[in-house]
């Protein structure tokens, strides 16, 4: 079946350094992706999504890049700030009702 | 903006009790889910509702049962509930299409004495 696998948490970063948390996939079908974040307190929210392979999705200095050829979709972050504290969920959205989606595990950002 | 309602925001019960759980969205989406979120952040899918229908219902036990009086209200009852159970319950709505985006509530934090 689909499913997704991400970095096991929790990361722990200083203030400016980068952040990445890998994300690979699996499915026969052919996906959207999204991060999600949760901050505390809440309940998860679109960081963005990437509905083609082999482009990129950003928002809040984050980016990902659908790459097909790896099923791969990381997360990257060239500074990251307290701000970002978090847990991040990688998402693969599929199925032709467009209602199943498969959550990673999330990763603890700290 | 808040646009996913739930009450209430935390909840302590005892075992065997029956507890309910409410949500609204005011999205004007057709899709309502529920899911249960553990202390490890692991977040399981429990029910979905597509304009009052269910249309998944993934193996939870049988003392879970969603209610949906229309496309903006998904609520959740537990009758009997179990340590197990204690988790934050998240609901969340959104167009049934392709590529949709899921809306998150802030969660229902149930606590199991």
């Known amino acids: 079946g689909d499913s997704v696998t991400q970095t096991k948490g929790p990361v722990t970063l200083s203030e400016g350094t980068s952040l990445t948390v890998n994300c690979s996939y699996e499915?026969?079908?052919?996906?959207?992706l999204f991060w999600y974040v949760q901050y505390p307190g809440e309940g998860p929210q679109l960081l963005f999504k990437?509905?083609?392979?082999?482009e990129k999705g950003s928002n809040r200095g984050f980016e990902a890049t659908y790459d097909k050829g790896t099923t791969s979709f990381h997360l990257q972050k060239a500074s990251v700030q307290e701000s970002d504290s978090a847990v991040y969920y990688c998402?693969?959205?599929?199925?032709?009702?467009?209602?199943?989606?498969?959550f990673g595990s999330g990763t603890r950002l700290l | 903006e808040t646009a996913v309602f739930q009450t209430p925001n935390y909840h302590v019960t005892q075992v065997g009790n029956e507890v309910s759980f409410n949500c609204k969205q005011t999205?004007?989406?057709?899709?309502m889910y529920w899911y249960k979120q553990d202390s490890k952040k692991l977040l399981k899918i429990m029910f979905s509702?597509?304009?009052?229908?269910?249309?998944v219902n993934e193996t939870v036990p049988r003392r879970f049962s969603p209610q949906s009086s229309d496309k903006a209200h998904l609520n959740l009852r537990i009758k009997s509930v179990e340590p197990e159970d204690s988790a934050v319950y998240l609901c969340?709505?959104?167009?049934?299409?392709?590529?949709?985006?899921?809306?998150f509530g802030a969660g229902t934090r149930l606590s199991v004495l």
């Open positions: 969340a709505s959104s167009y049934r299409v392709r590529q949709n985006t899921l809306y």
């Open positions: 499915t026969k079908q052919y996906p959207t």
């Open positions: 990437v509905p083609k392979a082999n």
């Open positions: 998402v693969l959205g599929e199925g032709t009702g467009g209602y199943k989606v498969v």
């Open positions: 999205l004007g989406h057709d899709t």
């Open positions: 509702y597509n304009n009052k229908q269910l249309i």
